[in-house]
């Protein structure tokens, strides 16, 4: 999506869906489907119009398809859930309406019609091609653009701290088969795919001669940095690229505690980031840290 309808942080929904119900966008969907498809699939639209649309551009290419959406002149949902699982449907093009609760373990291929800023939606519908079959390997068709929100998926995907230089990382990681996955899953993106994601992501200077004295302390000591030895080197440790020091360590290869930074890293990088932090609400974070009681007047912090 080289021009992607963009309003006020969000996607243009009147502009989108004109500039995804097209001929033209059609076919090169229609063409990406041939290619890379593999069994029963699913295909996401951004409305109602657009998925009756693409289900009609497909019958008239000899497939059999249909749209499920909230409106009138859906196919039926259930029914057509279960024919989907038969095989007896080449695709089902929905809005909105799968996006969780689905059980069709047969889905091999995930069709992302529609661009979205929202991770937990993307997740959500990707997720409706991951049950697991025996010898399945799912594919994802999905459109990217110049905007740097199509990074936000990614970054999701690839487990990524905030920092562009974090989610540089796992794009070589991607590249080279060193991806950390669980046993069994592998991520393969096509390499213009890689080339213009890595495009999108915003150069910063410095960054990769702090990994690089990192990693020569690491062997001259046998042990990781402290983050005021980073800091010694004349390198900034909250401000590496990574999203915070301790997404730092972790795309460098050094242990973390992975609940911890879940659930707290956020704040991490806030007090790494707030210059303003004042010596009582130091003072407080040092209380937080040894579980000592904290006065009254610290408990703001």
């Not at 057509?80 to 909105?96: K, P, T, W, Y």
């Not at 998926?153 to 990681?173: H, M, T, V």
């Not at 592998?186 to 890689?194: F, M, N, P």
């Not at 390198?235 to 360590?249: I, Q, T």
Request: aromatic share 6%; with cysteine.
């Amino acid at each position: 999506m080289p021009r992607s309808p963009w309003r006020s942080a969000q996607f243009n929904p009147e502009a989108l869906e004109a500039a995804l119900a097209t001929e033209a966008r059609a076919q090169n969907a229609l063409d990406q489907f041939h290619r890379h498809r593999a069994g029963p699939a699913i295909g996401f639209c951004c409305s109602v119009r657009h998925a009756e649309f693409m289900a009609a551009f497909f019958r008239g290419r000899g497939l059999r398809a249909v749209a499920v959406h909230s409106g009138p002149g859906s196919a039926p949902r259930a029914t057509s859930l279960d024919q989907l699982g038969r095989g007896e449907i080449d695709i089902l093009f929905a809005v909105d309406l799968f996006n969780e609760g689905v059980d069709v373990p047969a889905i091999g291929t995930v069709m992302m019609l529609r661009p979205t800023e929202s991770v937990i939606l993307w997740l959500q519908q990707l997720g409706r091609g991951l049950r697991r079959v025996e010898g399945k390997v799912l594919r994802v068709i999905d459109y990217i653009g110049n905007h740097r929100v199509f990074l936000t998926k990614l970054r999701a995907l690839l487990d990524a701290g905030p920092g562009d230089r974090s989610l540089a990382l796992r794009l070589e990681q991607a590249v080279v088969g060193q991806l950390p996955l669980p046993p069994g899953c592998s991520v393969t993106y096509d390499l213009r795919v890689i080339e213009i994601l890595c495009d999108l992501l915003r150069p910063k200077s410095g960054m990769e001669d702090l990994e690089a004295q990192y990693r020569d302390f690491h062997l001259r000591n046998g042990r990781r940095p402290r983050a005021a030895e980073v800091a010694a080197m004349g390198f900034d440790p909250a401000r590496n690229g990574h999203g915070g020091w301790f997404d730092f360590l972790r795309d460098m290869g050094d242990p973390v505690d992975a609940p911890a930074l879940a659930t707290v890293g956020d704040l991490l990088r806030r007090v790494e980031r707030d210059r303003s932090l004042t010596l009582p609400a130091l003072e407080a974070l040092r209380r937080l840290r040894d579980s000592t009681p904290t006065p009254e007047d610290e408990r703001a912090f």
